[in-house]
T-cell receptor
Framework: NAGVTQTPKFQVLKTGQSMTLQCAQD?????MSWYRQDPGMGLRLIHYSVGAGITDQGEVPNGYNVSRSTTEDFPLRLLSAAPSQTSVYFC??????????????FGPGTRLLVL | AQKVTQAQTEISVVEKEDVTLDCVYETRDTTYYLFWYKQPPSGELVFLIRRNSFDEQNEISGRYSWNFQKSTSSFNFTITASQVVDSAVYFCALSEANAGNMLTFGGGTRLMVKP
């Protein structure tokens, strides 16, 4: 199993450019999510999905779009990049149970720099 | 709203010393889950432990141990006989049962173990 994979590992954008961060998992996990990591602030949830066709907003969704057309893939789109979106982005996946709180497994991260 | 506080932003110890990383959480839910993740210098997030709110037993795994105390809303992590390879940023996180798998992270503690 590859686990959770993310591409690219590093990206530089100019303000106003758009891009898609890719995330895939091969563990047949229903739940997938995107977090951003900023210094001193831990990780904050951007968007999440509980299954194909179902997405919802997390704590910091502005400026980001997501979709979930398959169980395996959960891309994150930046429509018009801003310097405030400079961060490290992590994708995670887990099983989904009625009791919640399942362990999430993280991808290696994508480091994004917006100039 | 849920909150996780890791008051120690940086800790520096000499190899073989014991070190405790503090984690204090806030939640209104009676059912919740607590996690610790390790982020080594390479940047990935490594899952260490998951504990549910009904299990206050302390856990030991090799040199690692965790002390969960509901009375003080704390979930502290101790490394015994620290090693240089323990140098990393450690994150404590909380997931409320009512919030599915959403994780709220603390700001992290950077541990530096010097030889």
């Amino acid at each position: 199993n590859a686990g959770v994979t993310q591409t690219p590992k590093f990206q530089v954008l100019k303000t106003g450019q758009s891009m898609t961060l890719q995330c895939a998992q091969d563990m047949n996990h229903e739940y997938m999510s995107w977090y951003r990591q900023d210094p001193g602030m831990g990780l904050r949830l951007i968007h999440y999905s509980v299954g194909a066709g179902i997405t919802d907003q997390g704590e910091v969704p502005n400026g980001y779009n997501v979709s979930r057309s398959t169980t395996e893939d959960f891309p994150l789109r930046l429509l018009s990049a801003a310097p405030s979106q400079t961060s490290v982005y992590f994708c995670a996946s887990s099983y989904l149970t009625s009791g919640g709180g399942e362990t999430q497994y993280f991808g290696p991260g994508t480091r994004l720099l917006v100039l | 709203a849920q909150k996780v506080t890791q008051a120690q932003t940086e800790i520096s110890v000499v190899e073989k010393e014991d070190v405790t990383l503090d984690c204090v959480y806030e939640t209104r839910d009676t059912t919740y889950y607590l996690f610790w993740y390790k982020q080594p210098p390479s940047g990935e997030l490594v899952f260490l432990i998951r504990r549910n709110s009904f299990d206050e037993q302390n856990e030991i795994s090799g040199r690692y141990s965790w002390n969960f105390q509901k009375s003080t809303s704390s979930f502290n992590f101790t490394i015994t006989a620290s090693q240089v390879v323990d140098s990393a940023v450690y994150f404590c996180a909380l997931s409320e049962a009512n919030a599915g798998n959403m994780l709220t992270f603390g700001g992290g503690t950077r541990l530096m173990v010097k030889p």
